[in-house]
């Protein structure tokens, strides 16, 4: 773990946190054996293969829960299901989320970073946009909400998010001020699907920072292995 992660971690004892931990890691037992783990780290220093395509991704499009913006795009279907249950109560509290970006391929994830390279150059690209095989989108857990822009946090939608996406299984993946630990600027509207009991050790133990339980997990697995 960084240093930032240890500095940052809750205060508590180690068998609450290996108590917390286990139970993270039995939820993992009912995931898609056939697919990368909702708790799969992937980042600026961890990748998935060119050829990687999730398993179970499925077609989505605008229906009674939730708006799609755009044609043709798909999502894994654990995630869709939590989507698909999230959205419906944020529509009964008069919010409807609109869903703008979700799975790329390795392909498409490199047109995008090559474009971006070409408009900003090289260093700002970087803080904008992931390398192709290191982005989440590529693992059909992730979604960029609204238009894609600085102001979704302001809007009906991603102040909804804000309070009550955790509750569904999903998170924030690049908060303000954590652009040193996860290698990106703030993004507020692009948030991964973990599962519900992974947000909750998220934010007992971590300050609701995916990237540190993230790699918390990772090393943990690393060091039983």
């Known amino acids: 773990m960084s240093d930032r992660c240890k ?12 108590a917390d931990l286990h139970k993270v890691l039995a939820v993992e037992a009912s995931f898609p054996q056939d697919d990368l783990s909702l708790y799969y780290l992937i980042d600026k220093k961890h990748s998935v293969d060119e050829s990687y395509v999730p398993t179970h991704l499925v077609k989505i499009q605008s229906n009674n829960f939730y708006v799609v913006n755009k044609k043709d795009i798909y999502l894994r279907e654990d ?28 392909a498409y994830q490199k047109n995008l970073f090559d474009y971006w390279v070409k408009v900003d150059g090289l260093e ?16 059909g857990t992730a979604i960029d909400f609204g238009s894609i822009d600085d102001d979704y946090d302001k809007t009906p939608g991603g102040r909804w998010m804000y309070e009550h996406c955790g509750e569904y299984g999903w998170s924030l993946s690049f908060p303000k001020g954590y652009e040193d630990v996860t290698g990106y600027r703030w993004e507020c509207w692009h948030f991964r699907y973990i599962g519900i009991e992974a947000c ?6 971590f300050g609701n920072v995916q990237q540190f339980m993230l790699e918390f997990i990772d090393e943990w ?3 039983e292995a």
Do not use: I
């Not at 500095?7 to 290996?18: I, K, V, Y």
């Not at 995630?79 to 390795?106: F, I, P, Q, W």
């Not at 700002?124 to 693992?139: I, K, N, V």
């Open 79 to 106: 995630a869709e299901a939590a989507l698909r249950e999230m959205a419906g109560n944020a529509k009964a509290d008069g919010v409807t989320l609109d869903v703008s970006s979700t799975y790329r391929s390795y």
């Open 7 to 18: 500095a940052e971690m809750r205060n508590g004892s180690l068998e609450e946190l290996l």
């Open 221 to 223: 697995k690393k060091s």
């Open 124 to 139: 700002e690209a970087e803080r904008e946009s992931a390398r192709p095989g290191t982005s989440q989108h590529q693992l």
């Open 200 to 205: 909750k050790f998220q934010k007992k133990w």
